[in-house]
């Protein structure tokens, strides 16, 4: 009995020491698995987002940029040169070409009289926008008006924003004809549609178009309202600062007036939230 005591100790001792390397072995296998894991996903993050993001203290700062009374604006046209590019704004192509044209036109029965602006887009691949120069919005609200041209079904008129060059920007545009809104991105001249909806259309001339990109703690998301009811509203917090204006795209002409930006920042909280 002795010795099949021993002999039970023995073996239970040897299953012990199997199964000590098979936990050691499949345990080794997990953190080479979170390492590989950690590596494809930060490639992958590496790839998709060629921009970087913001630092905590970048984000610090340019929420002190944003309590500037000059980024208050209200751009009418009344006052600008009718035949040219109003004053303060440049034109940039993104897209194929540049095929299309802005200018100040004079017209009597609009909202607010007598100029408005005139962008065209000469094809259906090109983006003619019109870009405030000056001004660094990180959570602006737009609101503009517009009256898209007739005998386009194609062309789509809206504001960009968070513009970093002709290559790195967001749009919401709106296809009047079609009755869609929607939000893109564009990165490396390369588009992704964040959102997209239907929308009902007025019948009117001229249509409202607001925008607003806002955060809640750690959260960015656009907002986008056609006509006084929203329409859409993403997340996405890809890009941070840029420039804001208006764009044209595809075969399609359209007029905009009374275009307003202003930092929406009242909402943005000014600590990190309390632990618990």
């Known amino acids: 009995m002795h010795y099949g005591d021993e002999r039970v100790r023995q073996i239970q001792m040897d299953r012990e020491g199997q199964w000590s390397v098979v936990t050691l072995f499949v345990r080794a296998l997990r953190c080479v698995g979170i390492v590989a894991a950690a590596g494809v996903l930060a490639g992958g993050i590496e790839a998709a987002w060629a921009v970087p993001k913001e630092t ?3 984000k610090a700062e340019h929420l002190r940029q944003q309590a500037n009374p000059q980024l208050f604006n209200d751009w009418t046209f009344d006052k600008d040169e009718v035949g040219a590019i109003p004053k303060g704004f440049v034109a940039v192509a993104s897209g194929d070409q540049q095929a299309g044209s802005w200018k100040v036109e004079a017209q009597a029965a609009v909202p607010s009289a007598p100029n408005v602006l005139l962008g065209t887009s000469g094809c259906a691949g090109c983006h003619e926008i019109l870009i405030a120069q000056g001004f660094q919005y990180e959570y602006p609200d737009l609101v503009v008006r517009v009256q898209q041209g007739a005998g386009a ?6 504001v960009v924003f968070g ?33 997209r909806a239907a929308i009902k259309v007025k019948p009117v001339e001229w249509h409202t178009l607001r925008v607003q990109r806002n955060t809640i703690i750690s959260k960015d998301f656009v907002e986008t309202f056609f006509d006084g009811s929203l329409a859409l509203s993403v997340e996405d917090q890809a890009l941070g600062v840029g420039e804001v204006g208006m764009l044209v795209r595809g075969d399609a002409s359209a007029r905009f007036d009374n275009f307003n930006a ?5 909402s943005r909280p000014l600590s990190a939230p309390a632990a618990y």
């Open 163 to 195: 513009m970093r060059d002709a290559q790195n920007y967001y749009a919401t545009v709106v296809d009047v004809s079609q009755k869609i809104i929607q939000v893109v991105r564009v990165i490396e001249g390369k588009e992704s549609v964040l959102g």
């Open 153 to 158: 079904p194609g062309g789509q008129v809206g």
């Open 262 to 266: 202003a930092p929406l920042y009242s």
């Open 56 to 58: 905590s203290k970048e």
